[in-house]
């Protein structure tokens, strides 16, 4: 074979690697729009108002005759959500890598969960327990989807470019949620002049989102391409059993382990503030439902800079120390989040921006540090452990955060809760000798780590 057909065909799979990261980029692009749009700013807020609703007169509802107070119900339902996930994630991930059919996959997942957003507008009246059914099968279909999307980094980037794709992926996810939301914005501020009701108006924002989610699904869906990594195999094991399974070969692993148990503390308290912020904006500190749009949609625009700057640092410093940089940012942020006094939006929209410029960097820098750390051939088991806390996903930080309001009935409290997970997050993750780690799991080690 000539030089220049060895050179032509490497270039012929450059460009193709080239084409699928930028399909991969578009599903940030398609999915966070959920995200940003309905888990951080309206569901929680809203489906809060429906459970006040149908309270009873000590202000508790009672789902299969429990009684939970209505104020924590948006909490405790992100965090049954985690319980169907758990189930699903390791079975499907490890059917993914037996088959190498990840594509599938992530389509029947994405669209379970924009089905189940876009049907978000038939939540009004006393209709909380649609509500919870509806987000607890939209944030499980969203984690096993993530999973799959996540687990394709490894295979579209070489080790040195895995920083600046998965930043590029959650810096574009961040200006999908921008747009999205000040369409959002728009319509709800102006809903009297749309002829809608301030509740349509929520329930539009909530099923465009599903919408939106399933529409731009499609281009990954066009340009990502399966692999098989191994002779096909038969999938014998239940989800749990599959779970089981996971746990005992990552046992051979075990600073990967070690990793994943850091990112799995200190990312439950971010995706807990990301779900519980609008929510103590709203009934703590009583700032009105365009403030909260408006200091989300600021998160969304600095940490599109924030993704991309963390990126760069990371060339300097090393994923590692610039993700241990940002989680003392969080825990500085968070602890100034519990004297913000109520009814004063200038200060909830510093302590946004101080949210957005570390939440997409600390994010897109721990996604692409943890596929350095997977055995070849496991990337979508792997990241079915990985996906457990992400993306809002997390149950202990909401759980916690749910009891520490039904105990003090304060959501100050709740809040500051919070800050033991990015502590410890932290002290677990400068134990990791990632060199090492990397070298452990038969991957190459990159220059800066």
């Not at 084409?19 to 309206?42: I, M, N, P």
């Not at 149908?54 to 299969?64: I, K």
């Not at 959500?81 to 997942?109: Q, Y």
Request: proline letters at 4%.
């Amino acid at each position: 074979m000539g030089t220049d057909t060895v050179q032509a065909r490497g270039s012929d799979e450059d460009a193709g690697l080239r084409r699928e990261q930028r399909g991969w980029y578009f599903y940030d692009w398609a999915c966070s729009v959920y995200s940003t749009s309905v888990l951080t700013v309206f569901l929680g807020p809203y489906l809060t108002s429906v459970a006040e609703s149908a309270a009873d007169a000590d202000g508790f509802v009672h789902p299969l005759g429990v009684p939970v107070r209505a104020g924590s119900f948006f909490a405790y339902s992100v965090s049954l959500s985690v319980i169907l996930a758990v189930a699903l994630m390791p079975l499907v991930g490890g059917a993914a890598d037996r088959t190498g059919r990840k594509k599938p996959l992530l389509g029947a997942a994405a669209y379970v969960g924009a089905a189940a957003t876009t049907g978000m507008f038939f939540l009004d009246g006393d209709r909380y327990l649609l509500g919870g059914v509806l987000l607890i099968v939209a944030n499980a279909a969203q984690s096993v989807a993530m999973m799959l999307y996540n687990s394709y980094l490894p295979q579209i980037a070489p080790p040195e470019e895995r920083d600046a794709v998965s930043s590029r992926g959650w810096a574009l996810g961040y200006a999908a949620g921008s747009l999205v939301l000040i369409g959002d914005l728009v319509l709800y501020s102006g809903h009297e002049s749309f002829g809608l009701s301030e509740t349509a108006a929520v329930r539009i924002c909530l099923a465009s989102a599903g919408l939106w989610w399933g529409a731009f699904t499609l281009v990954p869906l066009r340009r990502l391409r399966d692999r098989r990594t191994g002779p096909a195999r038969e999938a014998t094991a239940p989800g749990l059993r599959q779970l089981a399974a996971t746990v005992r070969n990552m046992r051979r692993h075990p600073l990967t382990l070690a990793f994943l148990l850091a990112y799995l503390v200190y990312n439950d308290g971010i995706q807990t503030v990301i779900s519980q912020a609008s929510l103590y904006g709203s009934q703590e500190l009583g700032l009105g439902q365009s403030t909260l749009i408006g200091a989300v949609l600021l998160v969304q625009v600095l940490a599109v800079a924030g993704a991309l700057g963390m990126g760069r640092l990371a060339r300097t410093y090393g994923a590692r120390r610039t993700i241990l940089g940002s989680l003392v940012a969080w825990t500085v942020t968070l602890g100034a989040g519990y004297f913000l006094p109520a009814g004063a939006p200038v200060w909830f929209f510093v302590l946004a921006a101080g949210i957005g410029l570390v939440l997409g960097g600390s994010q897109a820098l721990s996604r692409s540090l943890f596929s350095h750390l997977v055995p070849p051939g496991k990337e979508a088991e792997y990241f079915s452990a990985y996906e457990m806390s992400d993306r809002g996903m997390s149950w202990l930080g909401p759980l916690l955060f749910g009891v520490t309001y039904q105990l003090t009935g304060s959501y100050r409290s709740a809040i500051v809760s919070l800050v033991a997970f990015f502590v410890i997050g932290f002290v677990l993750l400068a134990r990791v000798p990632v060199r090492r780690a990397i070298g452990e799991a038969g991957n190459p080690v990159p220059e800066k780590i």
